[in-house]
């Protein structure tokens, strides 16, 4: 019963969802071509190579906070000027002079593209159907993000890390073109029963934020290094690109394959299922190794069971709370696993080797599971048995 509840006012349609989520998108885009764009930060003497880790934890941070931040907006801003704000900041965050320090200009860039965030993350709260909405997010993140990072990687000179940022700018700027069809107000879920859009997040739905950031961060982690791993394991520099590739492709596939499966069944075993098929891949990874087809077969299919596990989490927390009030938040949540557990995974390197930090952050999805049955077991009374 909880989990099929009425809004407080209309759900966006289809088409209002779709511009919400490609702004959404485009305040995810930096996270595709952080490699091309740092990268340039690197060779420009703008940046050193140790201080890169922060930088990235820095941006995602911001992301994170600006996406809460515009969540809160939402209850008191009309959607379309939370957007709009989103839009001029990243424009212009992306086209500040070298003399602004870098951190800083990029911890604005990713606030700006927060509030983006948050816009398709009141929509998808909003939406009827969580898991397919999320999963619909997602596929048109991996997608932007793989066509401009392939779009960079077929031109004739590597661009400079400005000539990036006067991408994201330019991709920003085409967005606004969809603000018009994003709705007017976008306001938070209310309970179904009592019609409040206010109250604090129920501990069940604080539980269930922690294990979206704590599994969202782990695998994160784990793809973040990846590149690393294959190399220390023997698999030759020029066969990692394509490899990694492929993974992203494999992403695209299992987004879509989320879309299709869209409500049915529990979410939250579906998380279950598909985080341990994640911690089983990685363990094949170890044990057999990367060479060969098989090889690719389980780097592919980390990308697949990936794409597959993340949208379920969004459904998994109506399941945990069913009052909605955390739902505009797991975007926030799982942002800052991203921006937190790579990071500190990272510093296991130098102590313990690369295969710790795949280790560590399969642990961190371990975890992530055991919240989840938490979360679900911490429901509130009334909504125990739904």
Request: a positive charge.
């Amino acid at each position: 019963m909880a989990a099929q509840q009425e809004l407080s006012g209309p759900a966006p349609s289809r088409i209002s969802l779709g511009a919400c989520l490609l702004i959404g998108a485009a305040g995810l885009l930096v996270l595709g071509v952080q490699p091309l764009l740092y990268g340039g930060y690197v060779h420009e003497g703008r940046i050193g190579e140790a201080s890169l880790g922060l930088l990235a934890a820095i941006e995602i941070a911001a992301i994170a906070l600006g996406s809460a931040g515009g969540i809160a907006l939402l209850a008191r801003v009309p959607a379309r000027m939370v957007a709009l704000i989103g839009i001029v900041v990243t424009i212009a965050a992306n086209l500040l002079p070298a003399a602004v320090p870098l951190l800083l200009a990029r911890a604005i860039s990713g606030g700006a593209g927060g509030l983006l965030v948050g816009v398709a993350a009141g929509a998808i709260a909003r939406s009827k159907g969580l898991n397919a909405a999320a999963a619909a997010f997602l596929f048109l993140q991996a997608a932007s993000q793989y066509a401009i990072l392939q779009w960079f990687a077929s031109a004739a000179a590597p661009g400079s890390a400005a000539d990036v940022q006067h991408a994201l700018a330019v991709i920003a700027g085409c967005a606004a073109l969809t603000l018009p069809l994003v709705p007017m107000r976008i306001a938070p879920a209310a309970h179904a029963e009592t019609g409040a859009t206010k109250g604090a997040i129920p501990l069940s739905g604080w539980t269930g934020l922690l294990a979206s950031a704590l599994l969202v961060g782990a695998v994160v982690g784990i793809w973040a290094y990846m590149g690393l791993w294959l190399e220390a394991r023997g698999i030759a520099p020029e066969r990692i690109a394509p490899m990694l590739t492929a993974s992203m492709v494999g992403q695209m596939v299992g987004a879509l394959v989320a879309i299709a499966v869209g409500e049915r069944g529990h979410a939250g075993l579906r998380a279950v299922v598909t985080g341990l098929g994640l911690i089983l891949i990685v363990a094949l990874l170890f044990l057999r190794g990367a060479d060969g087809m098989m090889g690719w077969s389980l780097v592919v299919g980390y990308g697949f069971v990936w794409m597959v596990l993340t949208p379920a989490l969004t459904g998994f927390l109506l399941e945990a709370d069913p009052t909605r009030r955390s739902l505009p938040f797991a975007a926030s949540a799982q942002l800052l696993g991203a921006a937190i557990l790579p990071t500190v995974a990272g510093q296991l390197i130098e102590v313990q080797g690369i295969d710790t930090v795949l280790i560590a952050c399969s642990a961190a999805v371990i975890l992530g599971l055991a919240m989840i049955g938490a979360a679900l077991g911490l429901r509130p009374r009334a909504y125990a048995g739904t």
